[in-house]
């Protein structure tokens, strides 16, 4: 997985439900920003493209670019054209959306203000943003709302790996809501959550009493998922997700008749030749493993299929 997509994953659906909830305002946009800021913390490239819900609440606005304190002074700065600079030297990134194109900016940023001085800035976006513990943000939002708390289980390896001192107290009720069976059941649903490593790659420590009981939870139930996801029709789930955990099991029998079960019908449903071409080589590495009928089962399908393919 590309780290794009995990932030994505993870941070997303908290904006969404902090913005459906029936917070205030000034609250909903204090745990925005400072969850925003933790986005664009574990991937910078985010503030090229953040949620809607960021802009609705104060933390990212859109000005036309004609409203730019330099717009008149210099409006080559503004060129839009392929190639040109995305950022504007005196505050400001362009941003395109819909078809339309803007000026970017965020709160508390070098343009923000400016505009402020000029009295630009919106009056309920005009009020300073409170910093807010990052465990105390993350412990919140998982106890207002329960549809997150998979995703925050499973990366909460973010959380410990921020720079940001541990709050004690937080952290502690952060543990004790994430850790029940309902939460393990849910995050095996997780994509990022194929991430999660066997407890022997954790080594010791804070990561290793975390995951555990997931690892372990994961070990009875995950071919229980795959079988359920299969049966919807998210071979590319399955394909993915045992792909990464015959890295920490590769002798396990039962993860490789999955993986080829599901990459081989995800390479039907695709048509990719490069992903047959890679699945015709891990099926007769699995073959000389194992005698599993289900390995050699679509190891003769892909290699029929790739044998098509070349006669064409």
Not at 105 to 120: A, C, N, P, Q, V
Not at 180 to 198: Q, T
Not at 228 to 250: I, Q
Not at 283 to 311: C, D, G
């Amino acid at each position: 997985m590309e780290i794009k997509q995990t932030v994505k994953e993870l941070f997303e659906p908290t904006f969404e439900a902090i913005g459906d909830s029936e917070l205030s305002y000034d609250r909903k946009r204090a745990l925005l920003y400072n969850l925003y800021c933790f986005a664009c913390a574990v991937y910078p490239e985010y503030v090229a493209a953040p949620h809607s819900t960021l802009f609705e609440y104060g933390c990212c606005f859109l000005i036309e670019p004609e409203r730019h304190p330099d717009y008149k002074s210099d409006p080559s700065k503004f060129d839009f054209t392929p190639g040109s600079n995305v950022s504007i030297e005196g505050g400001g990134r362009k941003y395109s959306r819909r078809g339309k194109n803007f000026i970017k900016y965020d709160y508390g940023s070098k343009l923000f203000t400016r505009l402020l001085e000029m009295g630009i800035i919106p009056p309920d976006d005009r009020e300073p943003i409170p910093s807010v513990s990052l465990y105390a943000a993350v412990y919140l939002c998982c106890n207002m709302f329960k549809t997150v708390r998979p995703l925050w289980y499973t990366y909460y390896f973010y959380l410990d790996a921020t720079n940001e001192p541990v709050d004690e107290e937080f952290d502690g009720k952060l543990f004790e809501l994430l850790h029940n069976d309902n939460v393990y059941n849910e995050a095996m649903s997780v994509v990022g959550s194929m991430l999660i490593a066997d407890e022997a790659e954790l080594g010791e420590g804070k990561l290793l009493s975390w995951y555990a009981p997931f690892i372990a939870y994961r070990r009875e139930h995950i071919f229980d998922l795959f079988e359920k996801k299969m049966n919807g029709g998210d071979a590319e789930f399955v394909a993915g997700y045992s792909t990464e955990l015959l890295k920490c099991y590769p002798d396990s029998v039962a993860l490789m008749n999955w993986n080829a079960a599901s990459r081989t019908e995800w390479v039907i449903k695709t048509k990719d030749g490069q992903m047959l071409n890679e699945l015709v080589i891990d099926l007769r590495e699995f073959a000389k493993l194992t005698s599993s009928e289900v390995v050699k089962k679509y190891l003769k399908l892909a290699e029929l299929m790739k044998k098509n393919i070349e006669n064409k």
